[in-house]
Every structure is written in C-alpha cells, then in structure tokens.
C-alpha cells in the first residue's frame, strides 16, 4: 500500500510540474501574440520580440526575414556579458541559405534554387 500512495504521489507531482511548465509555455505564447497582432513595424515587432525572449526562453535571438527566396538578417540579440561582441558577431554572418533536407550537403536557397545556379 505504502507503494502504491507513494507513486501516485510520484505522478501528481510529475502532473504539477508539467502543468507548471505548460502554463509558462502558453503564457509566452500569448505574449508573442500579443506582440505580433499587426499594430507594430517589422522592427519595432521584432525589438519588442527580443526583449521577451531574450534571456527568458533562449542566450540569443536571430531573426531573419525571407521575401522572394532571400534570406535577410533582421536582427540579433545576445544575453550575457559577453552578449554584445556575441550578437555582433553573429550580425556580421550570412543568413544563409536552406538546405534540401534529402541532400543536406547540397545548399539551395528559398526559392528552391541550387547555390550557384543561375
């Protein structure tokens, strides 16, 4: 019996904890939401994005931003004290381009195109 009562206490606290961290996923969520309703300018939503995010959920935040297969690097937010030289850094890299998942070595961009092809 003392097994028994002890792990369903087990799986209540497990419950909790799990709800506890649902609640704190939602409750970023709706702030996100609440962010991104439209009423902001692409900077001043990504600005307001960064100062909820950063350092609450991530150590850093790289927005980009893709408009006809190019990829643009909005901004980039880094927490810590060695958060400024980081996100500078990190500014100064290339978005990129995606990769096609059934060759990953072989780099496309947006578009769908193959790096390099005209």
Do not use: H, N, W
């Amino acid at each position: 019996m003392t097994a028994t009562v002890s792990v369903l206490a087990y799986i209540v606290a497990r419950s909790r904890a799990q709800v506890g961290r649902d609640r704190e996923r939602f409750s970023v969520l709706s702030a996100v939401a609440e962010i991104a309703d439209g009423t902001r300018t692409l900077e001043g939503t990504v600005s307001k994005l960064e100062d909820l995010l950063v350092p609450a959920v991530g150590d850093t935040c790289i927005v980009d931003a893709v408009r006809d297969g190019e990829v643009r690097r909005l901004s980039v937010r880094a927490a810590g004290p060695a958060g400024e030289g980081a996100a500078t850094m990190l500014a100064a890299r290339s978005p990129g381009t995606a990769d096609d998942a059934r060759e990953p070595g072989r780099p496309r961009d947006l578009a769908g195109r193959r790096a390099g092809a005209a």
